[in-house]
T-cell receptor, first 119, second 113 residues
């Protein structure tokens, strides 16, 4: 079974600084998708960024970017120019390619990193 | 679009009672997922449907849990009888065939006393 590990239960960063959240995963698949979701206190799950494993180029969405290292099975999230509104739980998630069978179409989540933004 | 709609937002019940959680996916989405979030276990997939058909229910914890999707616009997750350890936030999510993104509902916070 696939596993996703987030080794940082909590991170703190000064407003306007840059922070990197770590995520590693374990899979025997070669084609899959990786996601970062944000969960603010409202508990709404919001997609931040996604990466397709067959794409070598790292995904970027405005202030959010990833460092995808396929061989190392690492998928870190970098948040630049941190803002107070970035404070939330961040979850790394894995999904196998469609048609892999079983529960592959669902997301496997890490335990999350609580990000604190210091004003 | 209104997004994924879940009801109720909060539910408090007593042990042994039946609980029914409801979900309306985004129109046009053919996948529907039920997840549960607890402090101990994090976010875990319970069951998912494709075109109203259950594909994998291996995440359903026990026979006390059941889920149905009678049509493309409605799904229920039922717990009977409920137990205190079922207390959690239950999320419904929907997506299209490529599943580049799963859209989550606001969740139902269930408390079983």
């Amino acid at each position: 079974a696939q596993t996703v590990t987030q080794s940082q239960p909590e991170m703190s960063v000064q407003e306007a600084e840059t922070v990197t959240l770590s995520c590693t995963y374990d899979t025997s698949e070669s084609d899959y998708y990786l996601f970062w979701y944000k969960q603010p206190p409202s508990r709404q799950m919001i997609l931040v960024i996604r990466q397709e494993a067959y794409k070598q180029q790292n995904a970027t969405e405005n202030r959010f970017s990833v460092n995808f290292q396929k061989a190392a099975k690492s998928f870190s999230l970098k948040i630049s120019d941190s803002q107070l509104g970035d404070a939330a739980m961040y979850f790394c998630a894995y999904r196998a390619s469609l048609g892999s069978g079983g529960g592959a179409d669902g997301l496997t989540f890490g335990k999350g990193t609580h990000l604190i933004i210091q004003p | 679009d209104a997004g994924v709609i879940q009801s109720p937002r909060h539910e408090v019940t007593e042990m042994g009672q039946e609980v029914t959680l409801r979900c309306k996916p985004i129109s046009g989405h053919d996948y529907l997922f039920w997840y549960r979030q607890t402090m101990m276990r994090g976010l875990e997939l319970l069951i998912y449907f494709n075109n109203n058909v259950p594909i994998d229910d291996s995440g359903m914890p026990e026979d006390r849990f059941s889920a149905k999707m009678p049509n493309a616009s409605f799904s229920t997750l039922k717990i009977q009888p409920s137990e205190p350890r079922d207390s959690a936030v239950y999320f419904c999510a929907s997506g299209t065939g490529t599943l580049n993104e799963q859209f989550f509902g606001p969740g139902t916070r269930l408390t079983v006393l």
